[in-house]
């Protein structure tokens, strides 16, 4: 094998420098890269993994958040529909207390009509009084006899009492 150019002793030596090579390019470079490849594809898928979660947790969120956002305006509605009903109870009770004030004032204007209207007549029933002695003592003056006088009196005083 001589005569080929073939030295046994060199390609041994040759595929034991290979092997070595190999040997040491595996374990100094493709180990390393090899890890480091497969350590960032787990950085990645974890990545990814955290990702989706925190989509997830998102849309959790979102759906919660929806949810307070419909019972708050829920809560909202019924507050004020408790409110207007206090209102109109309230406006009921005004106007009822309004009327029933009304309804008083009126009847003290009427009581108090009467009282004028009675103090008044009896003022009047004063003054006619009066006035029928003054007219009786100018029928006295002019002489009258007794008895048209007491006759006059008390006709005078009988009108006044149809009057009434």
């Given at each position: 094998?001589?005569a080929?150019?073939?030295?046994?002793?060199?390609?041994?030596?040759?595929?034991i420098?290979?092997?070595?090579?190999?040997?040491?390019?595996?374990?100094?470079l493709?180990?390393?890269?090899?890890?480091?490849?497969?350590?960032?594809t787990?950085?990645?898928?974890?990545?990814?993994?955290?990702?989706?979660?925190?989509?997830?947790?998102?849309?959790?969120a979102?759906?919660?958040?929806?949810?307070?956002?419909?019972k708050?305006?829920?809560?909202?509605?019924?507050?004020?529909?408790?409110?207007?009903?206090?209102?109109?109870?309230?406006?009921?009770?005004?106007?009822?207390?309004?009327?029933?004030?009304?309804?008083?004032?009126?009847?003290?204007?009427?009581?108090?009509?009467?009282?004028?209207?009675?103090?008044?007549?009896?003022?009047?029933?004063?003054?006619?009084?009066?006035?029928?002695?003054?007219?009786?003592?100018?029928?006295?003056?002019?002489?009258?006899?007794?008895?048209?006088?007491?006759?006059?009196?008390?006709?005078?005083?009988?009108?006044?009492?149809?009057?009434?």
């Open positions: 094998m001589e080929l150019g073939f030295n046994l002793f060199l390609f041994l030596a040759q595929l420098n290979f092997v070595v090579v190999v040997g040491l390019l595996t374990y100094l493709y180990k390393p890269v090899t890890k480091m490849l497969n350590d960032r787990q950085r990645i898928e974890q990545s990814l993994k955290d990702a989706e979660q925190v989509k997830l947790q998102l849309a959790n979102k759906r919660d958040y929806d949810a307070e956002i419909a708050a305006r829920q809560e909202a509605a019924k507050i004020v529909a408790q409110a207007q009903d206090r209102a109109k109870t309230q406006e009921a009770e005004i106007i009822t207390q309004a009327r029933r004030e009304a309804d008083k004032v009126r009847d003290e204007a009427r009581v108090s009509a009467v009282q004028e209207r009675d103090a008044l007549m009896r003022e009047a029933k004063g003054k006619i009084a009066e006035l029928v002695t003054m007219t009786a003592s100018q029928v006295l003056a002019a002489e009258l006899k007794a008895r048209g006088h007491d006759k006059l009196i008390a006709e005078s005083l009988a009108a006044l009492d149809r009057r009434n």
